[in-house]
């Protein structure tokens, strides 16, 4: 059974910083693009950010540019995301995401491109 199970969530003053993480398990997701994405209350889950299964390439909402980061560790089947310069408008639930065809990193932006997705992990930002 495929899992995707998000942690490092919290509640932070603006200004401040988390990194989230996601491990994967029940099957290696070391060729597969993985994504971010966030669902603020009364609003519709967004794309943050995505990374290539290699990390070659990576893809920001423009939101969020300059100030997350994602990366992947494919031997700990893991994909991190740094977030800082943190806003109250980024409060949200956090979803980790990962597409199911390896190696093709197909689009990265909607809801659509994933066949797999976390719970989420609350982020909290107060201004």
Avoid: H
Wanted: net charge positive.
């Amino acid at each position: 059974q495929v899992q995707l199970v998000e942690s490092g969530g919290g509640w932070v003053q603006a200004g401040g910083s988390l990194s989230l993480s996601c491990v994967a398990s029940g099957r290696a997701f070391s060729s597969n693009a993985m994504g971010w994405f966030r669902q603020a209350p009364g609003k519709e889950r967004e794309f943050v950010t995505a990374i290539t299964w290699n990390g070659a390439s990576t893809y920001y909402a423009d939101f969020v540019k300059d100030r997350f980061t994602i990366a992947r560790d494919n031997a700990k089947n893991t994909v991190y995301l740094q977030m800082n310069s943190l806003k109250p408008e980024d409060t949200a639930v956090y979803y980790c995401a990962a597409q199911r065809t390896p190696y093709i990193t197909r689009a990265v932006r909607r809801v659509a491109d994933y066949d797999y997705w976390g719970q989420g992990t609350q982020v909290t930002v107060s201004s």
